[in-house]
């Protein structure tokens, strides 16, 4: 019975995730994070251009929660409209940005090459691009364009791993845009920091040491 609940609770949120992405396309969607408050539920939307999605005195907002009422049946939505940080750093507007070039016409190497170079100027640790399907030919494959530290595995890709995905529809085919960003403030398990004290005291010790050494070679 709870794996049933669960189960109905994931297709749930990935119902409201798709409905939102649709009609937040033109804004740039950037990502959505669900909690349950006492007050009701709580959606806060990360998009590129807020304004797009506010709408006239709040509009397209107010349309949103309506439809998440009654169609989607979730209590109380609340929904908070936040600006992305750093459009270059997140996966879901660069995935969907490369697919709009690959519709525009562009070659998947040069949108490929050209968005990791953005990405790498806005300093990140770590990408990877994923350009598959009929990239050039009748046979499906893909192409990986990657840079620093990528997590595949255990509790840094699940955690320090930022996933996007968008598809490009042209002529051949749908053409699937997989980036993957490791997190800026993620802190890795082989990251080891020692305190700028702790090496001074070392350094003193082994300076203090090599001087008692030499008094009593002499």
């Known amino acids: 019975m709870k794996e049933r609940k669960f189960v109905a609770e994931s297709v749930k949120k990935l119902l409201i995730t798709e409905y939102i992405k649709r009609e937040t396309d033109t804004a740039g969607f950037?990502?959505?994070?669900?909690?349950?408050?006492?007050?009701?539920?709580?959606?806060?939307?990360?998009?590129?251009?807020?304004?797009?999605?506010?709408?006239?005195?709040?509009?397209?907002?107010?349309?949103?929660?309506?439809?998440?009422?009654?169609?989607?049946?979730?209590?109380?939505?609340?929904?908070?409209?936040?600006?992305?940080?750093?459009?270059?750093?997140?996966?879901?507007?660069?995935?969907?940005?490369?697919?709009?070039?690959?519709?525009?016409?562009?070659?998947?190497?040069?949108?490929?090459n050209t968005t990791l170079r953005r990405i790498i100027d806005s300093g990140t640790r770590g990408v990877m691009i994923k350009i598959g399907g009929k990239i050039s030919g009748e046979r499906a494959r893909s192409q990986k364009f990657m840079y620093g530290s990528i997590k595949y595995s255990g509790e840094p890709a699940r955690s320090g791993m930022d996933n996007g995905f968008s598809a490009a529809k042209l002529k051949q085919g749908i053409i699937g845009v997989n980036v993957r960003i490791l997190k800026n403030d993620y802190r890795l398990p082989d990251d080891i920091k020692i305190p700028d004290k702790i090496i001074k005291s070392t350094m003193e010790g082994k300076d203090g040491n090599k001087g008692e050494t030499t008094e009593k070679n002499e």
């Open 30 to 112: 950037g990502g959505l994070e669900m909690r349950r408050t006492p007050f009701g539920t709580n959606l806060t939307l990360q998009v590129n251009k807020p304004g797009l999605v506010i709408g006239r005195h709040g509009s397209k907002v107010a349309e949103i929660t309506d439809t998440l009422e009654k169609k989607y049946k979730v209590e109380s939505p609340q929904i908070e409209v936040k600006e992305v940080d750093n459009p270059d750093l997140n996966p879901q507007i660069i995935s969907k940005k490369i697919a709009i070039s690959l519709e525009k016409g562009w070659a998947y190497r040069k949108a490929g």
